[in-house]
Nanobody, 125 residues
Framework: QVQVVESGGGLVQPGGSLRLSCSTS????????MGWFRQSPGKKREGVAC????????DYEDSVKGRFTISGDDTNYTVYLQMDGLKAEDTAMYYC??????????????????WGQGTQVTVSS
């Protein structure tokens, strides 16, 4: 079973920054797309950002474009989500996920097979 582990969440003031990290136990995962998702109480899980090394592709949900940056290090099979200009509405549990098949970057959570436990991000003054 492939393990996915997130870290880096926490409490930050509006306008601040956080960097989330995601590592996987299966080094081969680095060749397949990975994504970041978030869910806040009472809301559906939504895709935030995804990355595909093979397609040299990244995509972002509209509300985070220009503020969040997804990147990856295929030497240590880690994906990062740099979050700048954080807003209260970014508060949520953030999850990292990996696709088992396919090479395309997608924000559709149904396309992902392996999920981490999540890391909480709270933006508040």
């Amino acid at each position: 079973q492939v393990q996915v582990v997130e870290s880096g969440g926490g409490l930050v003031q509006p306008g601040g920054s956080l960097r989330l990290s995601c590592s996987t136990s299966d080094m081969a995962r680095a060749k397949y797309p990975m994504g970041w998702f978030r869910q806040s109480p009472g809301k559906k899980r939504e895709g935030v950002a995804c990355i595909s090394w093979r397609r040299d592709q990244a995509d972002y949900e509209d509300s985070v474009k220009g503020r969040f940056t997804i990147s990856g290090d295929d030497t240590n099979y880690t994906v990062y989500l740099q979050m700048d200009g954080l807003k209260a509405e970014d508060t949520a549990m953030y999850y990292c996920a990996a696709r088992r098949y396919g090479y395309d970057c997608t924000l559709n959570d149904e396309e992902y097979d392996y999920w981490g436990q999540g890391t909480q991000v709270t933006v508040s003054s």
